[in-house]
C-alpha cells in the first residue's frame, strides 16, 4: 500500500495563509485533498495527476491552489484567504493507477488528517 504522511496543519487567523504537504511512499499519478467540516460529511477540495492537471471545488477554487511534483511524490495545498469556514480536519489522497481521475473522489489510499483551524 502506499503510505501517506501529512505533517503540518495548525492554526491562522481570517486572511491568513497555510500550506500542507503530503509525502507519499512511492510515486502515485493522481494525488488530492479532500477536508470534512465539523459535523459534516467529507468533501473533495482539489485534484492533480502525472499530467499537472487540476481540479478545484468550487467553495476553494480561486482561494486554493494544489501542486504535485512527481520527482519528490509530494503534493501540496496552499490555502490562501482562509475563512473560519475552513476549519476542517484535512486529508491527503492518492492513486497509483495510471486511469485514475484527479477530478474524482474514488482515491485509493488515504492519509490520516490533519487539523486546520482558522479563528481570530
Known amino acids: 500500500q502506499v503510505r501517506l504522511v501529512e505533517p503540518g496543519g495548525g492554526s491562522a487567523q481570517p486572511g491568513e495563509s497555510l500550506t500542507l504537504t503530503c509525502q507519499a511512499s512511492?510515486?502515485?499519478?493522481?494525488m488530492g485533498w479532500f477536508r470534512q467540516l465539523p459535523g459534516k460529511e467529507r468533501e473533495k477540495v482539489a485534484g492533480?495527476?502525472?499530467?499537472?492537471?487540476?481540479d478545484y471545488a468550487p467553495s476553494t477554487r480561486g482561494r486554493f491552489t494544489i501542486s504535485k511534483d512527481n520527482a519528490k511524490w509530494t503534493t501540496s495545498l496552499q490555502m490562501d484567504s482562509l475563512q473560519p469556514d475552513d476549519t476542517a480536519t484535512y486529508y491527503c489522497?492518492?492513486?497509483?493507477?495510471?486511469?485514475?481521475?484527479?477530478?474524482?473522489?474514488?482515491?485509493?489510499?488515504w492519509g490520516e488528517g490533519t487539523q486546520v483551524t482558522v479563528s481570530s
Open positions: 512511492e510515486y502515485t499519478y493522481c
Open positions: 489522497a492518492a492513486d497509483r493507477r495510471i486511469n485514475c481521475r484527479m477530478a474524482g473522489t474514488d482515491f485509493t489510499f
Open positions: 492533480v495527476d502525472w499530467r499537472l492537471r487540476t
